[in-house]
């Protein structure tokens, strides 16, 4: 499945917490925290369910605060790469009933890679925000995205993101949304 429908989508963020982020590039952190807010405002806005992970806590420290006034429920902890092998995630996945994961954060080539990789092999349909993900270093990023897209992820950007959830230019919310890119 190629379109992305806004009754049938879920926003994953993964692991965008405080330690991690030191470890960025600094204008390759600004870019996905800031698309990262894009895409939490919108799908609030589009009443899109947001689940979010954070990796070992205590290591790594909570998500960091850009994003975590926006999150309103509580986050998955988890100890592995993927969420999906966390009960608690797949369970809560589960509970919303959607089979469309638009997926974000960090790192690209670990536990984004390994979620995707995991949500595909439960009958889910990835769609990984390449401009939402990181990894300290530029190859591990892009070939992350390449293996995600060989496993069978769509590769996509915020703004495609967006515009397929709103499908229309007069759809009610497209103002609001639209005003998150501007």
Same mark, same amino acid.
């Given at each position: 499945?190629?379109s992305l429908k806004r009754d049938d989508a879920v926003l994953v963020v993964v692991d965008i917490q405080k ?11 600004e870019k996905i925290l800031k698309n990262n807010q894009i895409l939490i405002k919108a799908a609030k806005i ?34 592995? %790469? ?5 009960? =608690? %995630? ?9 089979? =469309? ?6 790192? $690209? ?6 979620? $995707? ?17 990181? =990894? ?11 293996y995600m897209r060989d496993a069978g992820a769509k590769i996509t950007v915020v703004e495609t993101v967006l %515009? ?6 007069? $759809?009610?919310? %497209? ?8």
């Amino acid at each position: 499945m190629y379109s992305l429908k806004r009754d049938d989508a879920v926003l994953v963020v993964v692991d965008i917490q405080k330690k991690l982020v030191k470890i960025m590039p600094e204008k390759v952190y600004e870019k996905i925290l800031k698309n990262n807010q894009i895409l939490i405002k919108a799908a609030k806005i589009l009443n899109i369910p947001v689940i979010y992970t954070q990796q070992y806590t205590k290591g790594l420290g909570e998500t960091v605060d850009e994003l975590k006034e926006l999150l309103t429920d509580e986050h998955v902890e988890k100890l592995t %790469f993927s969420c999906c092998k966390e009960q =608690s %995630f797949l369970e809560k996945l589960k509970s919303i009933g959607r089979k =469309s994961v638009i997926l974000t954060g960090m790192e $690209a080539h670990i536990c984004v890679l390994q979620t $995707a990789i995991d949500l595909l092999e439960n009958g889910y349909n990835v769609f990984t925000v390449a401009d939402a993900v990181c =990894s300290r270093f530029k190859d591990n990023w892009k070939f992350g995205l390449e293996y995600m897209r060989d496993a069978g992820a769509k590769i996509t950007v915020v703004e495609t993101v967006l %515009f397929q959830l709103l499908e229309r230019s007069d $759809a009610k919310e %497209f103002k609001e949304v639209q005003a998150l890119i501007k």
